[in-house]
């Protein structure tokens, strides 16, 4: 089955802090997401890019920066975290944009 | 506003019952729709894709779509308490698209 490994899997940190959170797949998919998971918003598009060194604004980019190194890893960043930014966040991958994504476990980021 | 609404918030059925959850888009390129489930903890997992305008029938849970009305809908027959969970519908455009969009997602309480 595919696999999306997300680290860390918990984050804490204080406001206006530097955050980082990493992604792996191992599927060989083009496509990968960040998702944040927020009660009463679902799962709301924040970065995703379809290759290597391609990146795409999701729906609610403020505040995330994204990077793509390679193909099987994708970041999101968190350049000065604010209290609105604590969620739940997924990483996932998809073949395209149609086929089946596959998530992560998560990370839970709070910012104190 | 999201452009994946999902109705109702929450439902709760009895085991055995039937459990009816809809998804309507706004966005008249999206052509390809999913339903996923996330249990407690987890990330969300593909259940069933649709593409083509009728029904779709797999296992218990039978998936329907309305390309000219935007909307989808998935039924889960002699639901099991197994089956509590969130639940969200995902819309994609066609050909030439990138970007899987969900919905806030329907909370499914089933009821031994």
């Known amino acids: 089955e595919a696999a999306v490994t997300q680290s860390p899997r918990n984050k804490v940190t204080v406001t206006g802090g530097n955050v980082t959170l990493s992604c792996r797949q191992t599927?060989?998919?083009?496509?990968m997401y960040w998702y944040r998971q927020d009660t009463g918003h679902g799962l709301r598009l924040i970065h995703y890019?379809?290759?290597?060194?391609?990146?795409q604004i999701g729906d609610v980019p403020d505040g995330y920066k994204a990077t793509r190194t390679t193909q099987e890893d994708f970041f999101l960043l968190l350049e000065l975290a604010s209290p609105s930014q604590t969620s739940l966040y997924f990483c996932?991958?998809?073949?395209?944009?149609?086929?089946?994504?596959?998530f992560g476990k998560g990370t839970r980021l709070t910012v104190v | 506003q999201q452009k994946v609404q999902q109705s109702p918030e929450s439902l709760s059925v009895p085991e055995g019952g039937m459990a009816s959850l809809n998804c309507t888009s706004s966005?008249?390129?999206?052509?390809y729709f999913w339903w996923y489930r996330q249990h407690s903890g987890e990330g969300p997992k593909a259940l069933m894709?649709?593409?083509?305008?009728g029904d779709k029938k797999e296992g218990r849970f039978t998936a329907h779509l309305n390309k000219a009305s935007l909307h989808v809908s998935l039924h889960i027959r002699d639901s099991q308490p197994s089956d509590s969970a969130l639940y969200f519908c995902?819309?994609?455009?066609?050909?030439?698209?990138?970007?899987?969009?969900f919905g806030s997602g329907t909370r499914l309480l089933v009821s031994p």
């Open positions: 996932a991958s998809s073949e395209t944009a149609n086929t089946e994504v596959f």
């Open positions: 599927n060989s998919h083009n496509y």
């Open positions: 890019s379809y290759g290597a060194g391609n990146l």
């Open positions: 966005d008249r390129n999206f052509q």
């Open positions: 894709s649709i593409f083509s305008d």
């Open positions: 995902a819309a994609s455009e066609g050909t030439g698209g990138y970007k899987v969009v």
